[in-house]
């Protein structure tokens, strides 16, 4: 890895229980940067996460409440979670199931701050 956004996804990835973190472009989900343990599809995770960032917010739209601030995909395995960025893209960490969710959203939303 070797972009500007390295030293963001590095704190991201700290957090005890994350596996990977990504900057995807929410809109078509292709991956920006991204910093994940061998293993792990980037692209496929990036994918999803940009689809259902999409439904989220139409959804969302739809009842007026505003954009979502924060995902959070919980399965037996692990989960995934996001926050919007700016320039219409979304951070994104893998984590497993023993993570602490508070502590990732706090990550994700510093990270996301300092993206300009």
């Known amino acids: 890895m070797s972009t500007r956004y390295d030293r963001l996804l590095d704190q991201i990835t700290r957090v005890r229980g994350v596996r990977g973190a990504m900057l995807i472009a929410s809109e078509d989900g292709i991956v920006v940067a991204e910093s994940v343990m061998e293993g792990i599809r980037a ?3 990036a994918a999803l996460m940009g689809s259902l960032a999409r439904r989220i917010r139409r959804a969302a739209d739809s009842l007026g409440s505003g ?6 995909l919980q399965t037996a395995g692990g989960a995934l979670c996001a926050v919007p960025a700016p320039e219409s893209m979304l951070l994104v960490a893998i984590a497993d199931s023993a993570v602490n969710v ?3 959203r706090l990550a994700l939303r510093k990270a996301a701050e300092v993206i300009a």
């Open 102 to 104: 508070g502590l990732l």
């Open 67 to 72: 954009a979502p601030e924060f995902i959070h």
């Open 43 to 45: 692209s496929a995770v």
